[in-house]
């Protein structure tokens, strides 16, 4: 079955553009997902990955100065846990 959508707004096709790119599906495929969820229905993946329009917008180097800023945060002190 098939329909068609008339007059999308640009900023919604843009961001249906974006949102496929960096989920690497094509928009149709999205679009027939994102309606599936919204009603309630399953999807392939089962469930909702709401974070997957942050995934890979962060250089090499960006994700590595993140995560030298980071290091302290890996440290466990004991003295919080007494």
Not at 19 to 46: F, H, W, Y
Request: net charge negative; charged share 35%.
């Amino acid at each position: 079955m098939s329909f068609t959508i008339h007059d999308i707004d640009e900023k919604l096709d843009n961001r249906l553009s974006e949102q496929a790119r960096i989920s690497g599906k094509s928009k149709n495929k999205l679009v027939k997902e994102l309606l599936a969820q919204a009603v309630g229905l399953a999807t392939e993946e089962g469930f909702a990955d709401d974070y997957r329009e942050f995934c890979g917008l962060w250089s090499g180097e960006e994700a590595a100065e993140f995560e030298a800023v980071q290091v302290e945060n890996d440290q466990i002190d004991e003295d919080d846990w007494r």
